[in-house]
């Protein structure tokens, strides 16, 4: 039976949230996306890597930007925008905590889709330092080479994903998080 005195007992209660809109919305994507299993193993990297393989064997730029974008969500890096450059080179980076007021990032991921080449800078890289910034249009141009090319960038960002997967389990131990990441 319906009773206004147990609803008001309900909204009272501190496990039951009361939203609206958006915010239930938002509520709802982060209690699912909590449920979801998304820990890797070495396999699935590597079928990540036979695709990107593919793609680069076949030219695909669909199937490299795919690939790329998979890496780049998994490893949290970001987008970083030079407006000098030409747009179809597109720079991806890992932020690199280091607590300064300058952001610095490491591992610089450049795609060029026109050309369909692939590199990336190891190390450290800041969007405020003159010489990374020259060394990004000196590559742009074609004057300066990457650390890595092709599918040895690819190669990289796996080995970049089981460290981090290697980091997580480190995080998760003595928790009751009971996922296993190998």
Same mark, same amino acid.
């Given at each position: 039976m319906f009773s206004i005195r147990n609803v008001k007992k309900i909204m /009272?209660?501190?496990d039951?949230?009361? !939203?609206?809109?958006?915010? !239930?919305?938002?509520?709802?994507?982060? /209690?699912?996306?909590? $449920? &979801?299993? &998304?820990?890797?193993?070495?396999?699935?990297?590597a079928l990540l890597l036979a695709d990107a393989h593919s793609g680069l064997e076949r030219n695909s730029i669909e199937q490299i930007q795919e690939s790329l974008d998979l890496f780049v969500d998994l490893l949290?890096?970001?987008?970083l925008s030079f407006g000098v450059l030409?747009?179809? %080179?597109?720079i991806f980076a890992g932020p690199k905590l280091n607590g300064g007021a300058v952001p610095t990032f490491e591992h610089l991921i450049l795609f060029d889709e026109e050309n369909l080449s692939l590199g990336l800078k190891k190390g450290a890289f800041s969007t405020e330092n003159?010489?990374? %910034?020259?060394?990004?249009?000196?590559?742009a141009q074609g004057e300066k080479i990457a650390d890595l090319k092709g599918i040895d960038v690819f190669k990289? $960002?796996?080995?970049?994903?089981?460290e981090k997967a290697q980091a997580q389990r480190g995080r998760n131990r003595g928790t009751n998080d009971k996922r296993l990441i190998t």
């Open positions: /009272n209660h501190h039951v949230l009361v !939203s609206k809109g958006k915010e !239930s919305l938002n509520r709802i994507h982060a /209690n699912a996306l909590a $449920l &979801l299993d &998304l820990t890797y193993t070495r396999d699935d990297l949290d890096f970001e987008p030409e747009q179809d %080179l597109q003159d010489l990374d %910034l020259a060394w990004v249009m000196q590559y990289f $960002l796996v080995e970049l994903a089981l």
